[in-house]
């Protein structure tokens, strides 16, 4: 059985930063990219950044990018996303979710078909 | 950056129904639209990927569609179920960022 399970949300000041946790298992992660979704309460859902599967490209949302970094340890089935410069407008439900491929083409980004519970990361002082 | 609409924003309908969602995209993205269920309080799920393959494990009544331009897609519900009341989102994965639609929530 498949499953994500992430970890690290909670109330962090304007500023600071957090290292979320995704941690995976029913699958062989080191073969599959790897994405994390947000959602702001009541709102809907926001791509934040995906990693492909051996870690060699990364890509980020623009509201993000400079402050937030995508990594995975392959030999310990974890994805991991560390938040620097936290904002309020980053508080959100934060989803890691597995990526599937598109078997024809090889493009490993095509569907996200496994997503975590989330964590939630409230951003206030 | 390609933005997505989906309409549409909510919809109202009964046990029974058929049901449409559309998803319009400002440029073509092939077959790269995904759709989503999510309930409250929970995960989205995936309904449909490459605009029209149905995910191992959901329910024949959802089906979806695109058309021949790659701007134009749809979610079909056949017949809604009560379990079916839930906001959809449409999302592409043709090229970063990887945008979802702003959703729509059916309601009974």
């Known amino acids: 059985e498949v499953q994500l399970v992430e970890s690290g949300g909670t109330l962090v000041q304007p500023g600071g930063s957090l290292r979320l946790s995704c941690a995976v298992s029913?699958?062989?992660?080191?073969?599959?990219?790897m994405n994390w979704v947000r959602q702001a309460p009541g709102k809907g859902l926001e791509w934040v950044s995906s990693?492909?599967?051996?870690?060699?490209?990364?890509f980020y949302a623009d509201s993000v990018k400079g402050r937030f970094t995508i990594s995975r340890d392959n030999s310990k089935n974890t994805l991991f996303l560390q938040m620097n410069s936290l904002r309020a407008e980053d508080t959100a439900v934060y989803y890691c979710?597995?990526?599937?491929?598109?078997?024809?083409?090889?493009?490993?980004?095509?569907?996200?078909?496994?997503w975590g519970l989330g964590t939630l990361v409230t951003v206030s002082s | 950056d390609i933005h997505l609409t989906q309409s549409p924003s909510s919809l109202s309908a009964s046990v029974g129904d058929r049901v449409i969602i559309t998803c319009r995209a400002t440029q073509s993205m092939h077959r790269y639209l995904n759709w989503y269920q999510q309930k409250p309080g929970k995960a989205p799920k995936l309904l449909i990927y490459?605009?029209?393959?149905?995910e191992s494990g959901v329910p024949s009544r959802f089906s979806g569609s695109g058309s021949g331009s790659g701007t134009d897609f749809t979610l079909t519900i056949s017949t809604l179920q009560p379990e079916d009341f839930a906001t959809y989102y449409c999302?592409?994965?043709?090229?970063?960022?990887?945008?979802f639609g702003q959703g729509t929530k059916l309601e009974i």
């Open positions: 979710a597995k990526a599937s491929p598109d078997v024809l083409t090889g493009y490993s980004l095509y569907y996200f078909d496994y």
């Open positions: 029913g699958f062989t992660f080191s073969n599959y990219a």
């Open positions: 999302q592409q994965t043709y090229s970063t960022p990887y945008t």
């Open positions: 990693m492909t599967e051996s870690g060699d490209n990364t």
């Open positions: 490459a605009a029209s393959s149905l």
